[in-house]
């Protein structure tokens, strides 16, 4: 199981829609809207690090109110 936390800036006035878009995307298990540099942060699990680079680059990325990424990928000591 690979988690992951993608930090997403998406066009101003957008916020709800894309939380709404991305609460729709079977891998993510929690979406938030947040203040700061960032305007959503979504925790996400996949199976692999291969379905993560899919579920970022197919669905995330291609939001069209979407600015900008980051993702953080977790792991457990």
Do not use: C, H, W
Request: aromatic content about 6%; glycine content about 2%; cysteine-free.
């Amino acid at each position: 199981m690979t988690k992951a936390f993608i930090l997403l800036t998406v066009k101003p006035g957008s916020e709800e829609k894309v939380v709404k878009t991305m609460r729709n995307i079977l891998a993510v298990k929690a979406v938030y809207k947040v203040y700061g540099p960032y305007d959503i942060i979504a925790e996400v699990e996949t199976k692999d690090v291969s379905d993560l680079k899919e579920v970022v680059e197919e669905k995330v990325r291609k939001i069209p109110e979407n600015r900008s990424t980051l993702t953080i990928v977790a792991f457990e000591k």
